[in-house]
């Protein structure tokens, strides 16, 4: 199982950034995706959640109307939309996928975010 994030970044407050994290390595499309992050000093927390066919989706409170996960099943590739980030968005964000009837947890590298002016 292989996660390999992209995108990231610095960016000014009230600024857009696409993460991407293509996966590799077990059937896509029958699994949840997550998207979480780890700001410094704290623990990680699920930012995101869309389901295998990506008819639902979950969200934090604090990212609700600001952060949009997606995915493409035909490219193996799950996505987290920020827009509107503000500084408390800066973390490290990583992907994770479950498998095995959630007893395993896989992890993309993590991609830094850092939202400042």
């Known amino acids: 199982v292989q996660l390999v994030q992209s995108g990231g970044g610095l960016v000014q407050p009230g600024g857009s950034l696409r993460l991407s994290c293509a996966a590799s390595g077990f059937t896509f499309n029958r699994y949840d995706m997550s998207w979480y992050r780890q700001a410094p000093g704290k623990e990680r927390e699920l930012v995101a959640i869309?389901?295998?066919?990506?008819?639902?989706?979950n969200y934090e409170d604090s990212v609700k109307g600001r952060f949009t996960i997606s995915r493409d099943n035909a490219k193996n590739t799950v996505y987290l939309q920020m827009n509107s980030l503000k500084p408390e968005d800066t973390a490290v964000y990583y992907c994770?996928?479950?498998?095995?009837?959630?007893?395993?947890?896989?992890w993309g590298q993590g991609t830094q975010v850092t939202v400042s002016s």
């Open positions: 994770n996928v479950r498998l095995n009837y959630g007893r395993d947890d896989y």
């Open positions: 869309i389901t295998s066919s990506g008819g639902s989706t």
